[in-house]
């Protein structure tokens, strides 16, 4: 069961924001060892279920190890920032974002996704068509 959007829950240093139009709607994702394809619906103001925001406040430091930060900023929020042709999401206390970049692959619309230190790398593809997920799963 999906958890509970709430888009007035407020937290510390960061502001409720909009995702980009072009990265919003169901998208459609396969992997080689799968038969089937998972979304990941983006919205106005979530990401999979998860409420979207940005940093806000440039000097607040964020220490995954903090108990006090890990539940101050406890639930289902993500942040994200937009920079260098791709959208950056990741949870509060996360050291590491996911990028994902608007591309083409054989003539369809995809998000290609990258996680790690290298955002030039793919490590996964996102179709809006599932079908043109679940034929190019063993690509990447």
Request: charged content about 25%; hydrophobic content about 30%.
């Amino acid at each position: 069961m999906a958890p509970k959007i709430d888009l007035r829950k407020k937290y510390k240093g960061f502001k409720l924001t909009t995702v980009p139009s072009q990265y919003r709607g169901i998208w459609y994702r396969a992997d080689p060892y799968s038969k089937k394809a998972t979304k990941l619906v983006i919205t106005t103001h979530t990401f999979n279920d998860y409420v979207t925001y940005r940093k806000t406040d440039p000097n607040l430091k964020l220490d995954h190890n903090s108990e006090k930060q890990n539940k101050e900023y406890a639930g289902n929020a993500v942040m994200i920032s937009t920079d260098n042709g791709g959208l950056k999401e990741r949870n509060f206390l996360d050291t590491v974002d996911m990028v994902y970049k608007l591309g083409q692959f054989k003539g369809n619309d995809c998000l290609f996704m990258s996680y790690g230190t290298n955002p030039n790398a793919v490590n996964g593809v996102a179709f809006k068509d599932k079908n043109v997920a679940l034929k190019y799963r063993k690509y990447f």
